[in-house]
């Protein structure tokens, strides 16, 4: 008889685990697309702010790791919220009772420590995965583009703002430039899904993760920071087979919105990746943004390639 066992994970000890059981469950849903997870993504995650708030479990059948999650309790929301992080299994356990328990308990200890609601996301093909969310009372709440564009299909022109001054920024070499770049982010996002105020250490961690090199652009009018992009590449583009860099953020102060101020850092945050040796640039957008940066995307010849589903499930 198998003996299925739920456990803590042991910090210094289960890292490979974490890694394994991530890999093979991501690949199954985006095949040789998928960056594989390694040891300078959990070192990076261990030392961020993030991990103090976290309790990764382990399922275990017979003694053999099938299955991890990472639940978080996020205290900057008030009352507490609750994410579940990563949630990986094997695919022979997928959809099973093992699966259902693994988030059963997650969301326990989410619960014991005062969340009163849960958030998750999932990728639009992960059905079973849906499913498992919709028979604990998650509900669909928000839905997610990831968007595309190759190198080969970059417009030759576009419309840009003739007045805006751009220069890098280095947060962390610059603790002015990171406090700028803080300030702009916490106003511009102030309507947006999800919102709450970033702390300076937090967007500090953003830039930390050595496996990725930043390109971190501030967009500048009559010497006020107005926006900024973040541009980034794996440090090894070169060994990967799938070619990808991200614009992992681009914002832009309310007042100076549709002056083409984001279309001038988007050209720029895509020059940079493409020197990089990029082939493909991705991002990702909330269907309802209220800025209608969608639109913009679109026009930069960027295409939607799959969807990112969020859930909330009340406590």
Not at 77 to 96: C, D, L, Q
Not at 117 to 143: C, H, N
Not at 161 to 170: C, E, G, I, Q, S
Not at 181 to 191: G, Q, S
């Amino acid at each position: 008889m198998r003996r299925t066992t739920i456990r803590s994970f042991k910090e210094g000890q289960d890292e490979d685990i974490w890694i394994e059981l991530v890999n093979i469950y991501y690949t199954r849903y985006h095949g040789e697309e998928y960056e594989p997870m390694d040891r300078d993504d959990i070192e990076w995650f261990e030392n961020t702010p993030w991990w103090r708030n976290t309790n990764p479990l382990i399922a275990e059948i017979s003694d053999r790791p099938v299955g991890i999650i990472v639940p978080r309790l996020d205290k900057a929301y008030s009352p507490p919220k609750g994410f579940i992080w990563t949630f990986a299994v094997r695919p022979e356990i997928e959809g099973s009772e093992v699966e259902r328990a693994l988030l059963e308990q997650a969301i326990s200890w989410l619960s014991q420590k005062g969340a009163k609601e849960v958030q998750t996301t999932a990728r639009d093909t992960m059905k079973k995965r849906i499913l498992l969310y919709k028979s604990k009372g998650f509900k669909p709440i928000r839905s997610f583009s990831i968007m595309r564009l190759k190198k080969e299909e970059v417009p030759s022109s576009v419309q840009l703002n003739p007045y805006v001054k751009l220069r890098r920024a280095y947060p962390l070499k610059k603790e002015e430039d990171l406090k700028v770049l803080n300030d702009i982010y916490n106003d511009a996002f102030l309507e947006h899904f999800n919102f709450r105020p970033t702390s300076p250490e937090e967007m500090r961690a953003w830039f930390k993760h050595e496996k990725y090199e930043n390109f971190v652009l501030l967009a500048i009018l009559e010497d006020r920071p107005i926006g900024f992009i973040r541009a980034s590449v794996s440090r090894g583009i070169h060994e990967l087979k799938f070619k990808r860099g991200y614009i992992f953020l681009i914002c832009v102060l309310k007042p100076y919105r549709r002056k083409a101020i984001g279309t001038t850092l988007m050209i720029e945050g895509i020059k940079w990746l493409l020197s990089k040796g990029v082939e493909v640039i991705e991002l990702g957008v909330d269907d309802e943004n209220p800025t209608g940066a969608k639109r913009l995307y679109e026009k930069l010849g960027f295409k939607t390639v799959y969807k990112s589903l969020t859930f909330l499930k009340r406590l």
